[in-house]
């Protein structure tokens, strides 16, 4: 298959993902235009991997622009509350993100590994073992750092922030970590990081 050819599949993959995702009833305010959540989710995502991993493979980017595709069809509060209903969540939306991805990436046309791949990467299979795994899990934490730490930070007490703060860092490698000390902090959340990062 020549480049191209890939190019017109990935293409048309993105379109078809962002096509799902702007069903999202859910939406968010950007410079007085509204948007669908999940869908400027995926676009913030794509945008910081380029700016991150500019080289990062086809089934890298494919799942980074679809690793939330229709997130909103399964909502927190249908599961119990607490760490294990959280955990439950989280482990049947990454299936559900892994199988809506794969069906659509067989219409286009990609094969059998790759969408195996894609579903590795969404289901966060080998973290910190498989560097495009990391790579995904990376993107991630940036975006929601650069997008949505600020907003957390208005919503919730400090403590709380710390402890996610903690938390995010954990996750992410060296390399993730350079990255998100190059942020652009505002003055109520760089004391916080600060903070995480103190011990």
Same mark, same amino acid.
């Given at each position: 298959?020549? @480049?191209?050819?890939?190019?017109?599949?990935?293409?048309?993959?993105?379109?078809?993902?962002?096509?799902?995702?702007?069903?999202?009833?859910?939406?968010?305010?950007v410079?007085?235009?509204?948007?669908?959540?999940?869908?400027?989710?995926?676009?913030?995502?794509t945008?910081?991997?380029?700016?991150?991993?500019?080289?990062?493979?086809?089934?890298?980017?494919?799942? %980074?622009?679809?690793?939330?595709?229709?997130?909103?069809?399964?909502?927190?509060?249908?599961?119990?509350?607490?760490?294990? @209903?959280?955990?439950?969540?989280?482990?049947?939306?990454?299936?559900?993100?892994?199988?809506?991805?794969?069906?659509?990436?067989?219409? %286009?046309?990609?094969?059998?590994?790759?969408?195996?791949?894609?579903?590795?990467?969404?289901?966060?299979?080998?973290? *910190?073992?498989?560097?495009? %795994?990391?790579?995904?899990?990376?993107?991630?934490?940036? %975006?929601?750092?650069?997008?949505?730490?600020?907003?957390?930070?208005? *919503?919730?007490?400090?403590?709380?922030?710390?402890?996610?703060?903690?938390?995010?860092?954990?996750k992410?490698? *060296? *390399? @993730?970590?350079?990255?998100?000390? @190059?942020?652009?902090?505002?003055?109520?959340?760089?004391?916080?990081?600060?903070?995480?990062?103190?011990?």
């Amino acid at each position: 298959m020549t @480049g191209n050819q890939q190019d017109v599949r990935l293409i048309e993959a993105f379109r078809r993902f962002d096509q799902a995702n702007a069903e999202d009833p859910n939406t968010e305010t950007v410079d007085g235009t509204e948007h669908p959540k999940e869908l400027l989710y995926a676009l913030r995502m794509t945008a910081t991997l380029q700016q991150f991993a500019p080289k990062a493979s086809d089934e890298v980017r494919l799942a %980074v622009r679809c690793q939330h595709i229709r997130r909103w069809t399964i909502p927190r509060e249908t599961y119990p509350d607490g760490r294990e @209903g959280y955990r439950r969540w989280r482990s049947d939306l990454a299936r559900f993100h892994a199988d809506t991805a794969s069906s659509i990436l067989g219409e %286009v046309g990609y094969n059998e590994e790759s969408i195996a791949r894609v579903s590795v990467l969404l289901r966060k299979e080998r973290l *910190k073992s498989d560097p495009e %795994v990391q790579l995904l899990e990376d993107t991630a934490c940036l %975006v929601f750092l650069t997008h949505y730490l600020r907003d957390f930070v208005l *919503k919730h007490e400090p403590t709380k922030v710390i402890e996610i703060l903690r938390k995010t860092w954990r996750k992410m490698s *060296k *390399k @993730g970590h350079s990255a998100a000390l @190059g942020l652009d902090w505002d003055e109520k959340t760089r004391p916080l990081v600060e903070a995480a990062l103190s011990l």
